[in-house]
C-alpha cells in the first residue's frame, strides 16, 4: 500500500479516470433522456415562437375603432391577413396573430355593440414576437449539462425529437460483514446494516443508475467476496463495496481485486472521515469503489471517489466548489484534510454539526455537505472556506455547480485555511 494521496488528488484522479472510461454518446428519444448528460450543445432548430402568438384571448385589430369583425382564430389554425384599416379577429391565448394586427384588445376589456367591437388596448403589445425567447441556431446549453425536465421541455419546444446524450453508468453496491443484520434490532455483537439501504439512493443523486444487488451482505471469505464481485460487475460500470478496504483478517477486497486483475487508481486518501477508501479499474474498464464500513466514512469516500467518477463517465466538470463562512472555529484533524458534516443556514453560514464521528450518521443526517478543512488547518469563525455540498433530490446538480459567477476556489490541499481567503 503507498502512501494516502491528498483528498484534491485523489478527486482529479478519479474525474480523469471516469473520462478515460466514458462511453461513446448515443442518440435517445427525448422521452428516456431524464437524468442523462448533454453530448453536445443543444441548439434550437426554430425560433421560439415560431410566430407571432398571441399572449391573451381577445381581438387582433387594426386601424381605428369601432372595429367591424371578420372571423376568429384559434390555436393551431393559420389565420388570413388583417387587410383593412378598421377590422378586427377574435384571438385566442396562443394562436397565430394575423399579419397586418395593430394591437391587441384582450376579451375583458373590448365591449360588443351592433356588429361592432370597441375598446383600448394596453400599452404593452399583448403577443410573443417570433423569436422572442429562442433564435434558430442559437445555443442554449453546453455539452455536458444534466438533462432534467425542464431541459427536455426546452428540447421539444425548440424542435427536437431526440438528444445526443451521455447515459448513466450502471452502479451495484455490495456490502460485506458477517456482524451485520439486515432487519430488526442490532445487539450481541450485530450491527444493523444501514449502508445498503442508502447507498444506492446516494448514487442515483450522484448521476448512476443504481441495478439490483445482493439481498443479504457478503460474507467475509475471498470465495464469497470473489465470486460477489464478478456477479456485479456482468450488470454494473460502477460497483461500490462496503468495508474490508483494510488488512485485516476478515478483510478480502485487496485479495480479491489481485484475482480479478485490477488496477489500483487510489489507494487510501488523506482525508478524515473516510481514509481507507480505494478505487480500482478491472480489465475491460469497469470500476470498483472501496468504500469503508463506518457509514459517515462511507459516505465521504462516495463524494470523494464516486462522485467525480460519475462525472467524468457522463462527461460532465469535475464538480466545483463554493465557499461559504463558518459560524464557529473547526478545527482540522492534522496532516488529513477534514471533512466536516455542516449544515447551512439562511445567510449561507456553514454551522458544523455534532455526532461527527465516523460510525455516525446523526450529524449527516441534519446536514447539507461538509465544510472541507485544510491540512494542519484552523478556521477561525467567519473564515472562508470550501464546501462540498450533498445532492439532496435526486437528480440534483450539486450546489457549487449551480451557483452561477461564484469562482471556484483551490482544493484544500492546495491552499492553507489560514491562506488569505476572502472573509
Request: glycine share 10%; with cysteine; proline share 10%.
Amino acid at each position: 500500500m503507498d502512501a494516502p494521496i491528498s483528498w484534491a488528488e485523489a478527486r482529479t484522479a478519479m474525474h480523469e479516470a471516469g473520462r478515460q472510461g466514458a462511453r461513446p454518446a448515443v442518440a435517445v428519444p427525448l422521452s428516456e433522456t431524464d437524468g442523462t448528460t448533454l453530448a453536445a450543445p443543444l441548439t434550437s432548430r426554430t425560433d421560439v415562437p415560431a410566430f407571432p402568438a398571441s399572449a391573451v384571448d381577445g381581438w387582433a385589430v387594426r386601424g381605428p375603432q369601432p372595429w367591424i369583425p371578420e372571423g376568429r382564430v384559434l390555436a393551431g389554425e393559420r389565420p388570413p391577413a388583417l387587410t383593412r384599416p378598421g377590422t378586427c379577429m377574435e384571438i385566442a391565448t396562443g394562436a397565430m396573430v394575423p399579419e397586418g394586427t395593430e394591437a391587441i384588445v384582450r376579451l375583458e376589456c373590448a365591449h360588443h355593440e351592433h356588429g361592432r367591437i370597441t375598446g383600448v388596448a394596453r400599452a404593452r403589445r399583448d403577443w410573443r414576437e417570433a423569436g422572442e425567447e429562442v433564435s434558430a441556431g442559437e445555443e442554449l446549453l453546453p455539452a455536458g449539462s444534466p438533462v432534467t425536465p425542464a431541459v427536455i421541455g426546452l428540447a421539444a419546444s425548440s424542435g427536437h425529437d431526440t438528444l445526443h446524450v451521455h447515459r448513466p453508468p450502471s452502479a451495484a453496491v455490495l456490502v460485506f460483514g458477517d456482524e451485520l443484520k439486515t432487519a430488526g434490532l442490532p445487539g450481541l455483537g450485530r450491527i444493523r446494516d444501514s449502508l445498503g439501504p442508502s447507498v444506492p439512493s446516494w448514487l442515483r443523486r450522484l448521476g448512476a443508475l443504481p441495478v439490483e444487488g445482493p439481498a443479504h451482505p457478503v460474507a467475509d471469505t475471498l470465495e464469497d467476496h470473489l465470486a460477489a464481485l464478478t456477479s456485479a460487475l456482468k450488470t454494473a460500470d460502477i460497483v461500490c463495496t462496503t468495508g474490508g478496504t483494510m488488512h485485516g483478517p476478515a478483510d478480502h477486497l485487496h485479495p480479491a481485486l489481485r484475482e480479478l486483475g485490477a488496477e489500483y487508481l487510489v489507494d487510501t486518501v488523506a482525508v478524515r472521515p473516510g481514509s481507507p477508501m480505494l478505487a480500482a479499474r478491472l480489465p475491460g474498464g469497469k470500476f470498483v469503489c472501496g468504500l469503508p464500513g463506518n457509514p459517515q466514512a462511507a459516505l465521504t469516500a462516495l463524494m470523494t471517489l464516486t462522485e467525480p467518477l460519475i462525472a467524468g463517465l457522463t462527461r460532465r466538470p469535475l464538480p466545483s466548489l463554493r465557499t461559504v463562512p463558518v459560524a464557529e472555529e473547526t478545527i482540522g484533524r492534522g496532516d488529513f484534510t477534514h471533512l466536516a458534516a455542516a449544515r447551512l443556514d439562511t445567510h449561507g453560514r456553514a454551522h458544523t454539526l455534532g455526532h461527527a464521528a465516523s460510525s455516525m450518521l446523526r450529524g449527516v443526517a441534519a446536514g447539507d455537505g461538509f465544510v472541507v478543512v485544510s491540512p494542519g488547518g484552523v478556521v477561525d469563525a467567519g473564515m472562508h472556506v470550501p464546501f462540498l455540498p450533498l445532492p439532496l433530490y435526486a437528480g440534483e446538480a450539486p450546489v457549487a455547480v449551480r451557483q452561477e459567477g461564484v469562482p471556484a476556489v483551490p482544493l484544500p490541499d492546495q491552499a492553507h485555511a489560514h491562506s488569505t481567503a476572502p472573509r
